[in-house]
């Protein structure tokens, strides 16, 4: 059974058509840029709804609500670890600057024995298509 995860990209209409998506979070991703940043999305299990869950991964990641009331469904991709991930689309606004994420516990340095607690989305931005091109993970 492959795992699966659900995300939702927001997009405006700024003078130009912008994507909001957050750069991820935690010392592996620190100094990357290029394929560093990500939809907010999340894993989940069986008996779970996929959209309900895009909706609880952006809240958890940006601290917004999705600020939007209709979605467009985007599909799925399967990622090359295996991964299913299925988008919805969705236009609305927010601040980018004020986004602030959940954390995640992680053993860093590695065999250390010291855990650290880690931002999933360090920060997100509002970026145009293009760039978001460079921008997101292989596979999305």
């Given at each position: 059974?492959?795992?699966?995860?659900?995300?939702?990209?927001?997009?405006?209409?700024?003078?130009?058509?912008e994507v909001l998506i957050g750069h991820m979070?935690?010392?592996?991703?620190?100094?990357?840029?290029?394929?560093?940043?990500?939809?907010?999305?999340?894993?989940?299990?069986?008996?779970?709804?996929?959209?309900?869950?895009?909706?609880?991964?952006?809240?958890?990641?940006?601290?917004?609500?999705?600020?939007?009331?209709?979605?467009?469904?985007?599909?799925?991709?399967?990622?090359?670890?295996?991964?299913v991930l299925t988008v919805w689309a969705a236009?609305?606004?927010?601040?980018?600057?004020?986004?602030?994420?959940?954390?995640?516990?992680?053993?860093?340095?590695?065999?250390?024995?010291?855990?650290?607690?880690?931002?999933?989305?360090?920060?997100?931005?509002?970026?145009?298509?293009?760039?978001?091109?460079?921008?997101?993970?292989?596979?999305?």
């Amino acid at each position: 059974m492959p795992r699966t995860s659900a995300g939702l990209l927001l997009y405006r209409r700024a003078p130009g058509l912008e994507v909001l998506i957050g750069h991820m979070g935690g010392p592996f991703w620190a100094r990357k840029d290029d394929a560093a940043w990500s939809v907010p999305k999340g894993e989940y299990g069986p008996g779970e709804e996929p959209f309900a869950v895009a909706l609880r991964e952006f809240a958890e990641e940006l601290g917004f609500p999705v600020p939007a009331e209709e979605f467009m469904p985007l599909g799925e991709v399967k990622q090359s670890g295996g991964k299913v991930l299925t988008v919805w689309a969705a236009e609305g606004d927010l601040d980018a600057d004020a986004a602030t994420s959940n954390t995640f516990l992680l053993e860093w340095p590695p065999r250390s024995g010291r855990v650290q607690e880690f931002p999933e989305i360090d920060r997100a931005a509002w970026i145009t298509v293009e760039q978001a091109r460079a921008k997101l993970v292989r596979g999305q």
